[in-house]
């Protein structure tokens, strides 16, 4: 089946650690990006990419850094530096760059991974 | 600034009855709309997107949306509500200011949809 799929489903970080989020697809899609989820806030987009070794801060990029070495996988790393860490992450990706309609298809969304400091 | 407001924090409807979920927008140039579900600790699911065309868009599990653009608007409805219904659900609008083919969204704050039997 094709899809997104992101590890671990619960991630537990101490304080000071640097720990990162895998996001994996086979959809064949271009575009990946990051959101943070926290309650009543909606998502904000921490990072997106387009192509594979091309990638662009979104809203709120300080303390996350990524990286896009393959098109099926974009892992966050949310580092020391994110003073409130604790969230709801997700991945998600859409056909995206040079494919005439990726402008109008929907973006497909993974499971999330809820981080906790602890 | 764009940006996508949903009035309402939640929406409480008794089953069988009609259901709406409130969404406005602010964007440049034309607007390209979507509606995504979210269950407890789950990922986001499509139910529908407005791009041109007819202005009631019909989509997943009984869902639609009428697109109003005099008013900005993007209400999500459905004829009967269900229990199975109650979740959180999101409206998005594609950053206009985005290039290229990717899908970079701007999301509402979310509304907690709550069906009771």
């Known amino acids: 089946d094709g899809g997104i799929t992101q590890s671990p489903k619960y991630l537990f970080r101490k304080e000071g650690q640097n720990v990162t989020l895998s996001c994996e697809q086979n959809?064949?899609?271009?575009?990946m990006y990051w959101y943070r989820q926290d309650p009543g806030q909606g998502l904000r987009l921490i990072y997106y990419?387009?192509?594979?070794?091309?990638?662009q801060k979104g809203d709120i990029a300080e303390g996350y850094s990524v990286s896009r070495e393959k098109k099926e996988s974009f892992p966050l790393t949310v580092t020391s530096a994110q003073k409130n860490p604790t969230a709801f992450y997700l991945c998600?990706?859409?056909?995206?760059?040079?494919?005439?309609?990726?402008?109008?298809?929907?973006?497909?969304f993974g499971q999330g991974t809820r981080l906790t400091v602890v | 600034a764009q940006s996508v407001a949903q009035p309402e924090d939640q929406v409480n409807v008794a089953e069988g009855n009609p259901l709406t979920v409130k969404c406005t927008y602010s964007v440049s140039g034309n607007p390209y709309l979507f509606w995504y579900v979210q269950y407890p600790n789950r990922g986001l699911q499509f139910l529908l997107k407005?791009?041109?065309?007819?202005?009631l868009v019909k989509g997943s599990y009984g869902f639609e949306a009428e697109f109003n653009k005099s008013q900005t608007s993007f209400h999500l409805k459905k004829p009967s509500a269900l229990v199975s219904d109650s979740a959180l659900y999101f409206c998005?609008?594609?950053?206009?200011?985005?290039?290229?083919?990717?899908?970079?969204?701007?999301f509402g704050a979310g509304t907690r949809l709550a069906v009771h039997p």
């Open positions: 998005a609008v594609r950053d206009s200011t985005a290039s290229g083919g990717y899908n970079k969204l701007i």
């Open positions: 407005y791009i041109t065309g007819d202005n």
């Open positions: 959809l064949n899609h271009d575009a």
């Open positions: 990419s387009q192509i594979v070794n091309d990638f």
């Open positions: 998600a990706s859409s056909p995206g760059y040079g494919k005439g309609q990726g402008m109008n298809t929907e973006a497909f």
